[in-house]
């Protein structure tokens, strides 16, 4: 059987990404289908991100679904840096007069599948084979399978936001785009656990058994991560294994007030910094993580995608509205620049608190005496605020 329809936005992946533009497009009047290769299920139980800069919390307040964000997420006005076993506050308030909002993206992305599910938009879960065509031309088209049926939906555009192993970037013809690409000899072991934070701030902690975070998601939520090598699996790390290394990376007060208990999930990711150029070909856009990934040290993955979505939804909008090519034209150029600065800025604090296996003791006393002069200056200070609590979108335009 041979199922067609038309919409004016195929989005392909129900990620943050897509569903933001999804819900942004509505608002607009204008029509969106999404296509998701997950179970619903699948999609609303992932765990990532936790960190929201504040152009993010913004863009979830206009897309109309941040009710339960600013009832439950955390206002944080600073974080801590451990550098071998001593404190360094960074008061992200005081020194950029902004704060980050923690709040897992496993909630954002509920509440956005809720909102679109209360507006009866039309996603198709589990679409398999999904394939994108005829971008190049005037009228693009998606074809899928779903619930037996092979399906087609003719469009205006195609909305990439398929993650980075998606059908979308992988479609596009050898010799149209390049890739920057830099894995790195490590990953994070992450764990999530139904126990109070082990502090009120999150903690960064960098000192000679290597990395530490301890993160949140709530007052009875705690999010640890440490880093391990890329070689390891996640089957070789016990519960009692992880709390014994996190807490020898941290230091008396944190060990101390850690309260340990049963993770509810364990899983390592790779860290990878990735950029694709463009992002547009024709009438196909990617958007978050189909483009681009940074290791996750920075806390700007998340953020990246909604800032893309933020300026792809504008493109649409001018477009339909106002019969305006201009933020369409735009988009990859504006969307690379703020990439750039975040990768960049992840590459650098990933360098800064990691070890890698091939430094030797030089490099780790370079990276100690960067610690020193940027923990003990006030530029250095700010340097890590503004970039940490997002730098603005506009910023650098004026020349
Ligand atoms: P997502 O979230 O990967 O969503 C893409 C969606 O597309 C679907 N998909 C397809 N659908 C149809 N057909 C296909 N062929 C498809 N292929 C894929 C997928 O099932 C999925 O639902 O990308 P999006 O929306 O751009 O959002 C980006 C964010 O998820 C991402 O930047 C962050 O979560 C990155 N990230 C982290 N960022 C942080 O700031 N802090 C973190 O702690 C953090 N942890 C993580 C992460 C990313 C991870 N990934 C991608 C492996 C931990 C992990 C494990
Ligand atoms: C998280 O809570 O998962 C988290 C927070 C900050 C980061 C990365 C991950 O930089």
Same mark, same amino acid.
């Given at each position: ?34 296509? %998701?290769?997950?179970?619903? %299920? ?8 936790? @960190?929201?800069?504040?152009?993010? !919390?913004?863009? $979830?307040?206009?897309?109309?679904? *941040? ?7 955390? $206002?944080? +006005? ?32 509920? +509440? ?15 679409? *398999? ?20 049926? %092979?399906?087609?939906? +003719? ?6 936001c398929d993650g980075f192993h ?8 050898a010799g149209s785009f390049q ?11 992450? $764990? ?9 701030? #999150?903690?960064?902690?960098?000192? /000679?058994?290597?990395?530490? #975070? ?13 880093? @391990?090598?890329? !070689? ?15 807490? #020898? ?7 101390? !007030? ?18 694709? %150029? /463009?992002?547009?070909?024709?009438? #196909? ?9 940074? /290791?996750?040290?920075?806390?700007? *993955? ?5 800032? +893309? @979505? ?78 940490? $609590? ?5 910023? *650098?335009?004026?020349?």
């Open positions: 059987m041979n199922v067609s329809h038309r919409t004016q936005v195929a989005i392909i992946g129900a990620g943050p990404s897509g569903l933001l533009l999804g819900q942004l497009l509505h608002r607009s009047g204008i029509d969106a289908v999404i296509l %998701e290769r997950q179970t619903a %299920e699948h999609v609303g139980n992932r765990i990532r991100a936790g @960190v929201l800069e504040q152009v993010t !919390t913004e863009l $979830v307040n206009e897309a109309g679904v *941040g009710a339960r964000m600013c009832r439950d997420g955390l $206002v944080h +006005d600073g974080f801590e840096l451990l550098i071998d076993g001593v404190r360094h506050r960074i008061d992200l308030k005081g020194l950029t007069g902004r704060s980050v909002m923690v709040y897992g993206q496993t909630e954002l992305t509920r +509440d956005l599948m809720q909102a679109r599910q209360a507006a009866a938009l039309s996603t198709y879960y589990e679409a *398999g084979e999904v394939a994108v065509h005829g971008y190049d031309g005037a009228r693009p088209w998606v074809t899928f399978k779903h619930g037996g049926a %092979e399906q087609r939906i +003719d469009c205006d555009f195609i909305a990439g998606g059908a979308c970037r992988a479609s596009l013809p890739e920057f690409e830099r894995v790195y000899p490590f990953g994070w072991l992450g $764990v999530m656990s139904d126990t109070p934070p082990v502090n009120d701030e #999150l903690i960064y902690a960098s000192g /000679p058994r290597g990395f530490a #975070l301890c993160s949140m998601r709530s007052h009875v939520r705690s999010r640890y991560y440490v880093q @391990v090598p890329s !070689t390891d699996k996640v089957s070789q790390w016990s519960d009692e294994a992880f709390w014994d290394e996190l807490r #020898l990376r941290l230091d008396d007060k944190a060990r101390a !007030t850690l309260v340990t208990g049963p993770s509810i999930e364990k899983s390592i990711a790779p860290l990878r910094s990735f950029v694709l %150029e /463009p992002l547009r070909f024709g009438r #196909l856009f990617l958007a978050g993580d189909a483009g681009h990934i940074v /290791p996750p040290a920075g806390a700007k *993955g998340l953020n990246l995608a909604a800032t +893309d @979505v933020k300026l792809l939804a504008e493109a649409f909008i001018g477009h339909y509205r106002e019969r305006s090519n201009a933020g369409i034209d735009h988009y990859s150029a504006r969307c690379l620049r703020r990439i750039w600065r975040a990768e960049r800025f992840s590459w650098w604090f990933t360098r800064l608190l990691h070890r890698f296996p091939d430094d030797g003791p030089i490099i780790e006393r370079f990276n100690r005496a960067e610690l020193d002069y940027l923990l003990h200056s006030q530029s250095g200070l700010r340097t890590i605020a503004e970039n940490y $609590v997002g730098l603005p979108l506009d910023f *650098g335009d004026q020349g």
